[in-house]
């Protein structure tokens, strides 16, 4: 968490649009199988998406 408040937004950016296509994926995966193997996968990859977003908007906070 402290690493990633250190990068740019921009890599925050990047990473955040990879987050969510890894979690389109696993979605898919799972609406395909109808089998939820990966339960902890997705779930974690959403609260990661989530710590992002935070940062992101304290960082947009700061700024004002």
């Not at 968490?1 to 990879?18: C, I, N, Q, T, W």
């Not at 995966?29 to 997705?42: F, Y």
Request: aromatic share 0%; proline share 2%; net charge positive.
């Amino acid at each position: 968490m402290k690493d990633m408040r250190a990068l740019p937004a921009d890599s925050l950016e990047g990473k955040l649009k990879e987050l969510r296509l890894e979690l389109a994926v696993e979605k898919r995966k799972v609406a395909s199988t109808g089998v939820a193997s990966k339960v902890v996968k997705t779930r974690e990859i959403r609260r990661t998406i989530a710590r992002i977003l935070t940062i992101i908007n304290e960082k947009k906070g700061a700024q004002n």
